[in-house]
């Protein structure tokens, strides 16, 4: 059973208000028109949100982590993209620094990450390398008091905007996933550039591009925490970011059906309403059943996470399952919605669109699989 205390309940109300009023009257166009919304971030930081998560002496809110599952819910629920922006800066770009990073990493990326001062990135995926991130190709080779990089990387949230990028290079080859570690790079080191923005079927307003290295020189006080132990490091950070993700996948499932139920007490067929048929009646029960069954899977994980405990298993369960029943539910809202679902008119074609990511980013589907059925080998004695 969830149980929200109520300053979560604060926090929900907090961040809806906020996306009905600032994110909702711009976010058809930020689809359209693939732009990122940065004067929505700007108006966060004001709010602390880029900094959710914090401790308050990096110029975080101190909140925990059922506050921000909430909150990437309640924008999700408006703006998927924005949530997505917002996750990859506090979750992949912030949060390694706040793990690994030394004080002075700290005070100098993460507070103003915190205070929405920068924009961060993560990355990780390469052109060669999706979902076996241990075969990727950029090497970081010590030389004198830097690292010096040269790779590519891809599928790159907020490469296009951000100032401070976490990136995964080998600096092992003889050692495989145990020779990866983990840098800061700022935007302005020379060798270092933003590639081609992709286009995109969904999360139009959240940009992702590439990332190139040639020669890139980091400063040896710029590697994560200890070198060869980047691998460990984003696996734990995409543990955590997975349940971000599977909450974005319910905030969109959440106002698909919204959407849809409201549709069926209004659309006339046959001189009935259309949620009057029993068809449109099973539809919408089993999506609100789908729903309630990600809602707990989702806060559950995050509950588990927030107490220190072994939360693997339930994260790739609750994203597995939050992520797939979003697009299925996304498309029953667009066939409810008949002809007008499949036009702009109506923005249930931009939930189906968005939510498709999820399976894919951070750990497909079938990673998901694989992930859950390795955690269920280790508990094999008490199933």
């Given at each position: 059973m969830i149980h929200f205390s109520e300053e979560h309940e604060m926090v929900r109300n907090m961040v809806r208000d906020f996306a009905q009023k600032e994110m909702a009257p711009i976010a058809i166009e930020a689809d359209e028109q693939e732009r990122f919304p940065k004067e929505t971030f700007q108006k966060m930081a004001e709010l602390i949100l880029l900094g959710l998560p914090f401790d308050p002496k990096y110029g975080g809110a101190?909140?925990?982590?059922?506050?921000?599952?909430?909150?990437?819910?309640?924008?999700?629920?408006?703006?998927?993209?924005?949530?997505?922006?917002?996750?990859?800066?506090?979750?992949?770009?912030?949060?390694?620094?706040?793990?690994?990073?030394?004080?002075?990493?700290?005070?100098?990326?993460?507070?103003?990450?915190?205070?929405?001062?920068?924009?961060?990135?993560?990355?990780?995926?390469?052109?060669?390398?999706?979902?076996?991130?241990?075969?990727?190709?950029?090497?970081?080779?010590?030389?004198?008091?830097?690292?010096?990089?040269?790779?590519?990387?891809?599928?790159?949230?907020?490469?296009?905007?951000?100032?401070?990028?976490?990136?995964?290079?080998?600096?092992?080859?003889?050692?495989?996933?145990?020779?990866?570690?983990?840098?800061?790079?700022?935007?302005?080191?020379?060798?270092?550039?933003?590639?081609?923005?992709?286009?995109?079927?969904?999360?139009?307003?959240?940009?992702?591009?590439?990332?190139?290295?040639?020669?890139?020189?980091?400063?040896?006080?710029?590697?994560?925490?200890?070198?060869?132990?980047?691998?460990?490091?984003?696996?734990?950070?995409?543990?955590?970011?997975?349940?971000?993700?599977?909450?974005?996948?319910?905030?969109?499932?959440?106002?698909?059906?919204?959407?849809?139920?409201?549709?069926?007490?209004?659309?006339?067929?046959?001189?009935?309403?259309?949620?009057?048929?029993?068809?449109?009646?099973?539809?919408?029960?089993?999506?609100a059943t789908k729903i309630k069954a990600s809602e707990l899977m989702i806060y559950d994980a995050a509950e588990k996470k927030q107490a220190g405990l072994p939360y693997i298993h339930e994260a790739g369960m609750a994203k597995l399952f939050a992520t797939e029943a979003a697009t299925d539910i996304a498309n029953q809202a667009i066939q409810i919605h008949g002809g007008v679902g499949y036009t702009k008119e109506f923005e249930v074609e931009r939930f189906w669109r968005d939510a498709k990511l999820l399976e894919i980013g951070e750990g497909t589907s079938e990673v998901q699989r694989i992930v859950i059925y390795r955690e269920l080998l280790k508990e094999i004695d008490r199933l």
């Open positions: 101190g909140m925990d982590i059922i506050a921000y599952t909430i909150t990437l819910e309640e924008l999700a629920r408006v703006c998927a993209a924005t949530a997505l922006s917002y996750s990859a800066h506090v979750s992949l770009a912030a949060s390694p620094i706040d793990m690994f990073g030394t004080e002075a990493q700290k005070q100098k990326y993460l507070v103003p990450l915190a205070k929405g001062e920068k924009i961060g990135s993560f990355g990780l995926t390469e052109p060669g390398s999706g979902s076996d991130a241990g075969s990727m190709k950029t090497t970081a080779v010590p030389e004198g008091d830097h690292y010096v990089l040269n790779g590519s990387k891809m599928w790159i949230t907020n490469a296009e905007v951000a100032d401070i990028f976490v990136v995964a290079a080998v600096t092992d080859k003889s050692k495989g996933t145990r020779g990866i570690s983990n840098f800061i790079i700022e935007r302005d080191f020379a060798g270092f550039e933003v590639g081609k923005k992709e286009k995109k079927l969904g999360m139009r307003a959240s940009p992702t591009s590439m990332l190139h290295f040639t020669d890139c020189r980091v400063p040896k006080e710029n590697l994560l925490g200890e070198e060869n132990q980047g691998f460990k490091q984003f696996l734990k950070v995409l543990n955590g970011g997975r349940v971000g993700i599977a909450a974005q996948a319910l905030g969109i499932a959440k106002e698909s059906l919204k959407r849809a139920m409201l549709y069926a007490q209004e659309r006339e067929q046959f001189g009935k309403k259309i949620g009057e048929f029993q068809g449109i009646q099973f539809k919408l029960a089993d999506m």
